[in-house]
């Protein structure tokens, strides 16, 4: 049984910084694509980074692109997020998620998310 267990989420004032840490355990980590995806009430769910298993491959949202860094470390089966210059508007839920399949918005697996606040 695949899970994904997010952590590093809190409360940051604008301009701060946070690193979310996923580990994954259940199935091969090497095998996925990871992403971290944000949610908030009333608005879809955002694909905001992904990683190839190959950890060279990386994909932003617009929203994020330049301030936030996903990376991967295959051999703790761990995927991160490193925020920088964080906003107000990235305050969501973050979760971290896996899938087989590259180039996707269809994930396999999902952790079960962890609150970013960002406060102005």
């Known amino acids: 049984q695949v899970q994904l267990v997010e952590s590093g989420g809190g409360l940051v004032q604008a301009g701060g910084s946070l690193r979310l840490s996923c580990v994954a355990s259940?199935?091969?980590?090497?095998?996925?694509?990871m992403g971290w995806f944000r949610q908030t009430p009333g608005k879809e769910r955002e694909l905001a980074a992904a990683i190839h298993w190959n950890g060279v491959s990386t994909r932003y949202s617009d929203s994020v692109k330049g301030r936030f860094t996903i990376s991967r470390d295959n051999a703790k089966n761990t995927v991160y997020l490193q925020m920088n210059s964080l906003k107000p508007e990235d305050t969501a839920v973050y979760y971290c998620a896996a899938s087989w399949h590259w180039d996707t918005y269809s994930y396999d697996y999902w952790g079960q998310g962890t609150q970013v606040t960002v406060s102005s």
């Open positions: 259940g199935g091969t980590f090497s095998n996925w694509a």
